[in-house]
Every structure is written in structure tokens, then in C-alpha cells.
């Protein structure tokens, strides 16, 4: 259980699992096993109740979709609500509350173009401190995030409710980067300095693989797995930054994971047509496996191209 | 590679034909992406830079390690080589507090001095392993007792292993 309970806590930021170092091996957890029975079985409570919590989280929307998926009937067109969507991403304030080193706070506003896509736009606050037997480090500042939402869902299943795709950002990242003490030593002695502060203007691109799912009249959660590339760290290589606001380490890939509670605002209803795909000459019944009732779907507003949808 | 041959041979079975299994294989993927980033913060590079000499012989033209080196930072006590053999290269530490210094570097039992000049700047190593200084040299001055010449091949002096001078004696 403490291993568990260990590896939950530290599993969240890719950061911090360098501070803390193998599961049984964090001093947390080395803490834990030297204390009483009875804070034992208060570790053992936090862990079943973080367990739990986390499961609960990434199950809901799976459970929306199972939903979703069996209430499909078969039609010739659905109605589509486009929405604005207007969401924070918890796990910044959840990291926070139990390691206060990293701060993050995260919101977005996305706007549905039409069944398939949307356009994001994110912004966030980030407050990062790191310290080690030889350095401290502080990062503070924000960053905006722009992109597209690609839902993958066919538009009977996802009904403006659900999604599942795939987010495609390009981050910049602008903060206050210093290092106010670092000690080092060679032949001739020890040496203390420090490094300003200085500001840093970062560049990524994001892809953030997800799923979310409408659980009340326009009110969604959801969580996504954030793969980043860095694109420039906007500063020279003898100093590039150990922190980037919305990025992470200064890694050259980092990922993270959010998740997100939204409010909905549908502003308008389109109609998309699902197209049966027309008998193939050549049909392969190994080819085709479970797709015989594959159809291909065509927007009637006109806003949205016919697109196949698997 | 090895991962993109079994994403490929999972699409030919058929497994990751279906949107979610996709969706499913990327967040799993990432979710081990995450796990491997957790590697313990243990520092395993050099944290320290160093001036690399390598020795020549005059005569032979030829890389040639003397048999006995001996090696003090002028106004230390303490010895960089201590009549060392076959040392190549040399790895001469410069002091960052300074923007020169010197040694005493005796070759086969022939004491010469050599006095560095340069400029210093921080460096980030990594993470783990924090912060060092790096070394622009400008210039060098020596005594000829054993030492012919010396010549400036790389003037970064930092962790990586490019030499930067050559000793001809």
C-alpha cells in the first residue's frame, strides 16, 4: 500500500519524480514505515481514498461513453449542438495541495467550429521553486496556449456530449527565471554565486490525446495526457531554464496529464448527415473485420466536409 | 524504432483499427512515457571543467605522455598531479573566482610555470547535477626550461573532451 500510495502522489508532475526517488525509496514513504500503527493506518486510508478518487476520475467519462454508445439509434442525420466551452484543469491545485513547490493554474476556452473541430485557447499561471544540496531555483510567470481540438467520435455517438481526440498546441511560455544561490567547488575551493533574475520567452508544440464526457446539462469533465515538445527555451544553452510555465522541465519532451471540468454554452445546432457507405466490388471480409457498418458523415450545414469516421 | 515495428504489427492484427484502441495505445503510451521520466535524481556527469592537455614530444612530433608529471596551482598546497606517469591529457582546473592563475607544472623532474588568462560564465549541466562554470581562455604565458611551445587548439574550456592546448616539451 505504501508503495502505492508513494507512487500516486508522485506520479503526477514529471518534475517532482526526481525529487522524490524510487516508489518504497521516498523519504516520504521511509517516514511513513518509521512511524506508529496509527498513522499506518491513516497512510493506508489516504492511499484507498486517493486511489478511489483517481479511478473515479478517469472512469466517469468512460462510463459517459459506454452510456452514449448504447443509446445510438440509427438515423439519417443527428442534431449537433456547437458550444462554447469554458473549463480549468484541477490537477494544477490538486499537485499544489500536497507538494506547495509547484503552482499551476490552468484555464481554457474552446469553441466547437462545427461536429469535428475546435478551436482552443488556454492561459495559465505558474509558480515553480526547486531546491537541491547545491542549487535553488525559481520560476514564476505564465503562458497562453493555441490550437485544435479533433474529435474522433462519430457525431451519432458523440452528440455534442462527448469527445475523444486528439489536441494539437503551440504553447508559449514567458517567465521570470532565477537562481538566487548555487554553490560549487573544484582544486581551488568553493564557490557560492547566484544568477539573477532574467526573462525567458519559451516556444512548444502540444499534443494532448483525451477524452470528456457531458455528466450534467452542460457541465463536462474530462482528462488528457499532454506530450510537449520544446520547440526554443528562449535562451542561450549555458542557461536554459529548469522550469517552463505550461511546459514543465526544461527536457526537450516532457508530458503531463490534466484534467479538466468545463462549462458548456451551445450557441448553435447543426444538422450532420450520416451517409451509408455505398457496397465495395472487392469486399474483403478479412479486411474489413467489424466495420460493416461503417458510414461516412457529411455536415448539412455545409460547415464540415464529408469525412470518414472510424 | 522497436516501438514504431510494434505499433505496426498491432495495426496488421487488426487490434488498433478501432478510434478508442488508438486513443487508448496514445495514453497508455504516454503513461509509460511518464514513467520511464521518473528516473531517480541521481547526478552521473562531470560537474567539473577542466583545461585538457595533451603533451607532444619536440623531437618526435607525436603525441608522447611524460614519465613523470608533477603539478601545483601557484599559491596551493596541494598538487594536481603528484609525480604522476603517463598522464594524457592533463586535466588542469582554472579557478572560476579568478580571471587568471597559474601552476607549476614539473615535467620529468623540470619545473615550468604557465599562467592562464580568461573569462569564466555559468553553465547549467543538468537538473540533477546543478550548475558549473565554463571557460573562455584568452591567453597563456610560460617559462621554456622544458617546455617548447605551447599552442591553443580549443578555446572553451568545459566539461566535454576536446582538448585545449597542446604541450610540446
Known sequence: ?310 | MRRFFILLWLYRQKVMRNTFNIISAVVVACALFLSVSCTPGSCFEETNSYLKATFYRTSQGKPVPPDSLSMYGIGKDSAVYKKASRVQPALIPLDPSASACGFLIRINGVDDTVSFFYSTFTHLISRECGYTFFHDLDSLAYTRNIIDTILIKFRTISTFNEPNIFIYY
Request: net charge positive.
Open chain 1, 1 to 310: 500500500m505504501n508503495r502505492i500510495y508513494s507512487y500516486i502522489t508522485d506520479i503526477s508532475p514529471v518534475s517532482r519524480c526526481n525529487t522524490y526517488l524510487l516508489p518504497c525509496m521516498s523519504s516520504r514513504c521511509i517516514m511513513t514505515l518509521r512511524t506508529g500503527q496509527a498513522t499506518r493506518w491513516i497512510t493506508v486510508l489516504r492511499t484507498i481514498m486517493t486511489f478511489c478518487f483517481i479511478m473515479t476520475l478517469f472512469l466517469l467519462p468512460g462510463t459517459a461513453f459506454s452510456q452514449a454508445g448504447g443509446n445510438a439509434e440509427v438515423k439519417d442525420s443527428v442534431d449537433i449542438p456547437l458550444k462554447i466551452r469554458t473549463g480549468i484543469d484541477i490537477t494544477g491545485p490538486a499537485i499544489w495541495f500536497t507538494d506547495k513547490s509547484i503552482l499551476t493554474a490552468e484555464a481554457y476556452i474552446s469553441t466547437d467550429l462545427n461536429e469535428k473541430f475546435a478551436l482552443f485557447l488556454g492561459a495559465g499561471y505558474s509558480d515553480y521553486s526547486y531546491s537541491q544540496y547545491n542549487y535553488d531555483y525559481l520560476s514564476k510567470g505564465s503562458f497562453f496556449k493555441a490550437g485544435m481540438d479533433f474529435n474522433l467520435l462519430r457525431p451519432e455517438i458523440a452528440a455534442g456530449k462527448y469527445w475523444a481526440g486528439i489536441g494539437i498546441r503551440y504553447g508559449i511560455s514567458s517567465c521570470l527565471s532565477e537562481t538566487p544561490s548555487f554553490t560549487h567547488e573544484n582544486y581551488w575551493g568553493s564557490i557560492s554565486s547566484a544568477i539573477k533574475p532574467y526573462r525567458i520567452m519559451g516556444h512548444y508544440l502540444e499534443i494532448s490525446p483525451g477524452f470528456r464526457a457531458e455528466l450534467f446539462k452542460n457541465f463536462s469533465i474530462g482528462w488528457s495526457v499532454n506530450l510537449r515538445k520544446l520547440i526554443s527555451p528562449g535562451q542561450k544553452k549555458d542557461l536554459r531554464p529548469l522550469w517552463l510555465p505550461g511546459y514543465g522541465s526544461g527536457e526537450s519532451v516532457t508530458a503531463g496529464a490534466a484534467y479538466y471540468i468545463s462549462w458548456n454554452i451551445p450557441y448553435r445546432k447543426i444538422r450532420v448527415g450520416l451517409k451509408k457507405d455505398e457496397p465495395e466490388e472487392y469486399y474483403d471480409d478479412d479486411e474489413s473485420g467489424g466495420s460493416r457498418e461503417d458510414r461516412s458523415y457529411r455536415s448539412i450545414s455545409g460547415s464540415g466536409a464529408g469525412n470518414r469516421l472510424r
